[in-house]
């Protein structure tokens, strides 16, 4: 079970990673005028392992904090990502 565990922890800790890359790539986008990536990427990446990452980047990169809409789906996606983080860990470490 521990290979599991790891394995999770891994899948969240590169979509984070790339979630929070992501992030600040759209903020440099935005202030060059370049094309920008679409929300609903950095949603899928957010709900497939990512929303930390977004969350961090977000903050970090000072991109997207004050635009409710995308704050409450990137907070859902953590939201989501906590209860089964929790739960994988009540299941694969009794």
Known sequence: MQIVWTLVLTWVG????????????????????????PERTLFAIAFVGGAFGVVLGSFAFNHKTRKDSFNYVTYLAVAVWIALLLEAQNVLMP
């Open 14 to 37: 590169i979509f984070s990673l790339l979630g929070f890359i992501l992030m600040g790539v759209d903020k440099w986008r935005a202030g060059s005028r370049h094309r920008r990536i």
